[in-house]
């Protein structure tokens, strides 16, 4: 009965729920063990939190049972990626400065699932401060891929990635500031949602660059990521950047699916050299069923997209080095104090912060505030920072003509499957490239959906397609995912996280 319950979708197990055939507190146990059984080998979470879920879940089925009316989603376990403030749970975005801190607050997306009914699990592994994209960048240690331990399962959330794909949690959340939720989500085979910036409240997110942040959900289908994204988004006067407007029809977009008529653009610039054939391939597939099912598919070309690393690389830092200023062991957090300052004696507030930084910060961390500090110091603003927001508006300006041409665009996710631990460690601009298909969304601010394509021929790992839609209309996602994923769930004849090896040891099928 427990294997039966993590298998299940969210919305399935919201419908058992409602139909009294299992209750919240048996299912929130089940995954309570599977994380004990097999979060040793992934690592997705950084804290679990088992009274708290188990009460949260207690709570909901005494309120079903008394008759109240609960939001659909109540009683579905989900679990947190560790850059989101948890009142009375540590959050320590995957950093030694915030090990064992304890927020006084919610943020305003934990706020809702509370009110909604949604039993927290625990908090999920990350790289620190979001600066990466394999979460191997982790203070607490690297998350592991459940399709095979020794790769990657992406980042900055990968344990967010890693807990939806090893059955830990049905339902997570994540983060995306540069693809941090879309391309975990195409190296775990799940999928991942970028809203459009503002479309769901930042207050209460850790910020790392607060002009790219955006929280999303992280799940195995694409109407749980429509439940999951109407149940957070929506205005929040706590946060200034908050869009003050309704969430667009998520979940009918998904029920009605049906891409007759949809103008489908296939981005040039984000595919060919670099990009590994089996995701070429399944991309193509991906693709063709599209126009088989009545969607005008076209070629589109965005110039300025082969530009968006570079500028996100230094709008990115540049932002980050501001944020991360307020790690000055002065108010919380790590403090470490010397035995003596630099000029002998009592060590000065400028000796504690120093010293606090150094021993607190990781190697990743270190490079980009320093780099950031640099494209924004006196004599290079311009140049540098001052640029970059010139190729961002450009990049904007791309998709503004694209969407006049086409309804949504399309490509791959990630430009290959998972790579193994460490393999890129020592080259971060190698690392950085495994962005290069979702940056350009961040940058203009549009919303991005990642869903699984198949498997490639040379690894048989997931690969995964991207849909971009123009700014808050975010149901266009739903519409053209949802009617993709049931086109290749009859071609795949299934869930593709039913043959991970790591979990089920049955040999990957390749269909001709």
Known sequence: MSDDLLRLSGAALAERLAAGDTSSVEATQAHLDQIAAVDGDVHAFLHVDAEGALAQAADVDRRRASGATLHRLAGVPIAVKDVVATAGLPTTAGSRLLAGWVPPYDAT?????????????????MDEFAMGSSTEHSAFGPSHNPWDLDRTPGGSGGGSAAAVAAFEAPLAIGTDTGGSIRQPAAVTGTVGVKPTYGGVSRYGLIALASSLDQAGPVTRT?????????????????????????????????????????????????????????????????????????????????????????AYYLILPSEASSNLARFDAMRYGLRVVPETGAAGGVPSAEDVMLATRAAGFGAEAKRRI?????????????????????????????????FTRVDVLVSPTAPTTAFRLG??????????????????????????????????????????????????????????????????????????????????????????
């Open 109 to 125: 997306l934990i706020t809702r699932l509370r009110a909604a009914g949604l039993p927290i699990l625990g908090k999920t592994n």
């Open 423 to 512: 393999e890129k460690l020592d080259d971060p601009l190698a690392m950085y490239l495994n962005d290069v298909a979702t940056i350009p969304a961040n940058l203009a601010g549009v919303p991005g959906l990642s869903l699984p394509s198949g498997l490639a021929e040379e690894d048989g790992l997931p690969t995964a397609l991207q849909v971009l839609a123009p700014a808050t209309a975010d149901d266009r996602l739903y519409r053209v995912g949802g009617a993709l994923e049931t086109m290749l769930l009859d071609r795949w004849g299934g869930p593709l996280l039913d043959r991970a090896p790591a979990l089920t040891a049955q040999p990957q099928q390749v269909p001709a």
């Open 222 to 310: 694409v109407l749980d990521a429509a439940m999951l994204h109407e149940l957070i988004g929506g205005h929040d006067p706590l946060d200034s950047t908050s869009i003050d407007a309704p969430v667009p029809a998520l979940v009918d977009a998904v029920r009605d699916a049906d891409v007759r008529g949809v103008r489908v653009g296939v981005v040039r610039e984000l595919g060919g050299e670099g990009y590994q054939p089996g995701v070429r391939s399944r991309f193509d597939e991906a693709v063709g069923l599209l126009a088989d099912a009545g969607a005008e598919v076209v070629e589109v070309s965005c110039p300025h997209f082969d530009y968006a690393l570079a």
């Open 370 to 402: 320093i780099l950031g500090t640099y494209a924004l110091s006196s004599g290079y603003y311009d140049a540098y920072y001052g640029s970059a927001q010139k190729v961002r508006t450009l990049i904007s300006r791309d998709f503004e003509q694209a």
